[in-house]
């Protein structure tokens, strides 16, 4: 196990001193590491290029969800501070808009290097203050929010050539809110593309998760971007709030709940502002009898216990033909007592905390919704720490398509087991849900793929794989999953206007 240490630093340094207030710590990884890097007491709104004391003198605390241990004091950034946030963005606009696509693309070129660079430092500081292992941080988020600015970067000076003859445009300034389960990949979606069209932004990060944005921030200004093109206001919902009903917004680009996403929905309308929503799901995982199916059970693992299952696009709903129901749910049950809960620093861990206290109620009372309602629930038996938040790998069987465990979106490591007979069922029962963001397939035929890769109704549909994600993907879903695309050339459509006589298709 890797043992977790926090100390104050002998000397902060300077650069530092400027970014923050308060005493400087340092977080060791480990006593024999070298690798150290600071987290700051208490961090303030990054605003116009440069880290300011909230107008509002509010703070809150982030903690680690694996030791219920704070980490940082946050700023909540009242309306006036979101004001000024806005104010930048717009200041930074003219310039930032007419820069050539190229000169643009070299800022977004110099953050995704850097962001490489201190891969190791994003990598420990998401996994300590969002509870997911250290193993995902590292193979997956990080490196993901860099591919998201070297593949955006390509774009900023080929816009005329992702859109012939419809001469797209920068929108202005771009409100963006995202959730706390990617807290770094989702600002680099957010932002990446955002600043490839020449807009400039106001991100509000989840206030649960804040710290690598603020981070980002610092690479921001690392990469030299000019003040104002980014800003970084930290708060909970009413700092989101204020930001989507500021009236100099252009768009609005949300990323989080269902619920939430219905709000912003009522805020903008009418105002002519841009938006896009990506929002919650209930993905069906279709696993047919000539699957692969110890490879099928990889995936199911993947689908729904990565990151905890704190996944929008989490294979949630597993859809197994009847035939191989007993032999699949078997080798899932075993498989599932092989997974590492535990310690998110420790590279070996597979599972680590449930991201909050919130988080986890919400997971046990669906659970206990199940159990009440009539399905079969199965638990990894592991040994949970005592401090933190966690929950055991959980799998119903004998679940019935009225169940609310079927129904709504637990956003936990929590898999509920149907069946099919045939196609036509599998496809029926997959679209049964008021979501539509991600499907998943496994099967040996690939005429069966197409098939039923066209009647379901998901924005993402994995074949033989599932939670695969590329910078050049296209991502977002159908129906209360939202709606506009995130990642490849349609993510750009998001961030422009276009002038020209051709509309793009
Ligand atoms: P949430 O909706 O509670 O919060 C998301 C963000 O919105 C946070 O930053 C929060 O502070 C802010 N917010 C809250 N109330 C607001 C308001 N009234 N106005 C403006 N902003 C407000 O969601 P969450 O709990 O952080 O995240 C989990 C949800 O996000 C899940 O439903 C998940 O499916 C969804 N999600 C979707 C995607 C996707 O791409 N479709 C990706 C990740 C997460």
């Not at 900023?156 to 409100?175: E, S």
């Not at 009898?289 to 989490?314: L, M, S, T, W, Y």
């Not at 007993?326 to 597979?350: E, F, H, S, W, Y």
Request: aromatic share 8%; proline share 6%.
């Amino acid at each position: 196990m890797v043992k977790h240490d926090t100390k104050p630093a002998e000397a902060p340094p300077d650069e530092r001193r400027e970014l923050t207030f308060g005493k400087v710590w340092n977080y060791a990884p480990a006593p024999e590491s070298t690798d150290h890097f600071a987290i700051a007491e208490r961090y303030g709104l990054f605003v116009g290029g440069e880290f300011k004391k909230p107008k509002s003198g509010e703070y809150f605390a982030t903690i680690n969800p694996a030791t219920e241990q704070p980490l940082a004091e946050i700023a909540q950034a009242g309306d006036a501070d979101v004001a000024a946030a806005v104010s930048a963005a717009r200041s930074a606009f003219p310039a930032w808009s007419k820069l050539p696509g190229d000169e643009r693309a070299r800022y977004l070129y110099r953050i995704a290097r850097i962001l490489l660079e201190r891969a190791r430092e994003f990598a420990c500081l998401e996994t300590l203050d969002n509870g997911k292992p250290i193993r995902e941080t590292r193979d997956v988020d990080v490196p993901l929010a860099a591919q998201h600015f070297f593949y955006y970067a390509g774009w900023a000076d080929k816009l005329d050539l992702a859109f012939p003859g419809a001469r797209p445009r920068p929108l202005g300034v771009v409100g963006q809110v995202i959730p706390w389960n990617f807290p770094l990949l989702m600002a680099a979606w957010k932002i990446a593309p955002a600043l490839a069209c020449g807009n400039t932004v106001v991100l509000k990060p989840a206030e649960t998760s804040p710290l690598t944005a603020l981070r980002l921030a610092e690479v921001c200004q690392q990469a030299g971007l000019p003040p104002g093109v980014v800003n970084i206001v930290t708060g909970d919902g009413r700092t989101g709030q204020a930001l989507v009903r500021h009236q100099d917004l252009a768009k609005v680009a949300f990323t989080g709940s269902t619920e939430v996403g219905k709000e912003i929905q009522r805020a903008v309308a009418g105002r002519g502002v841009e938006l896009t929503l990506e929002l919650g799901g209930k993905a069906a995982h279709l696993v047919f009898e000539d699957a692969a199916i110890d490879q099928a059970v990889e995936g199911v693992v993947r689908g729904i216990f990565f990151n905890q299952g704190h996944v929008c696009c989490a294979g949630s709903r597993l859809l197994v033909q009847e035939s191989i129901h007993d032999l699949l749910v078997d080798k899932l049950k075993a498989r599932m007592q092989r997974i590492r809960v535990g310690d998110p620093m420790d590279k070996n861990t597979d599972m680590g905390a449930i991201h909050s206290k919130a988080q986890l109620q919400r997971i046990r009372e669906l659970v206990a919704a199940g159990e009440a309602e009539g399905a079969c629930l199965h638990q990894a038996t592991c040994a949970l720490p005592g401090k933190g938040f966690w929950f055991p790998p959980s799998v119903f069987t004998g679940v019935a398509s009225s169940h609310r465990i079927a129904r709504e979106e637990v956003f936990g490591p929590v898999l509920a087991v149907q069946t099919f007979r045939t196609p036509e069922e599998a496809v029926e029962k997959a679209n049964n849900t008021s979501y539509g963001l991600s499907a998943g397939i496994w099967t040996d035929k690939g005429a069966r793929i197409l098939w039923l890769a066209e009647r379901m109704k998901a924005g993402v549909v994995w074949n033989n794989t599932f939670n695969r994600f590329d910078a050049a993907a296209p991502f977002g879903g159908y129906k209360e999953s939202g709606f506009g695309r995130e990642g490849g050339r349609q993510g750009l459509r998001a961030y422009l206007r276009f002038d020209g006589a051709l509309q793009p298709g």
